[in-house]
């Protein structure tokens, strides 16, 4: 219960930084550091007394992915869409 309630609040956070994360001014470096500042510490407050399963840790992934995947986004190569490589 208590993962589903950070979840939220963590969504929020998300939502209105979502213009900022999509910027194209804004570097990676730069906007991975919000997601570790910002975002993150939403989440992950009081996680210390969670009693987590697979199915926790698994929506826990899935906020983490979404984020991700919205600072470095799709690439399109040869007119086939790829993930970037992160490094």
Not at 3 to 9: S, W
Not at 43 to 55: D, P, Q, R, V
Request: charged share 25%; aromatic share 8%; glycine share 8%.
């Amino acid at each position: 219960m208590q993962i589903k309630v950070r979840l939220g609040a963590a969504n929020k956070c998300y939502f209105g930084l979502e213009n900022q994360l999509s910027s194209e001014l804004l570097s990676h470096k730069v906007k991975c550091l919000i997601y570790r500042t910002l975002i993150r510490p939403v989440l992950t407050h009081g996680s210390e007394t969670w009693a987590t399963g697979k199915h926790g840790e698994n929506l826990l992934r899935s906020l983490d992915s979404k984020v991700i995947w919205k600072i470095f986004g799709p690439v399109r190569e040869n007119g086939c869409w790829r993930r970037r490589k992160i490094s």
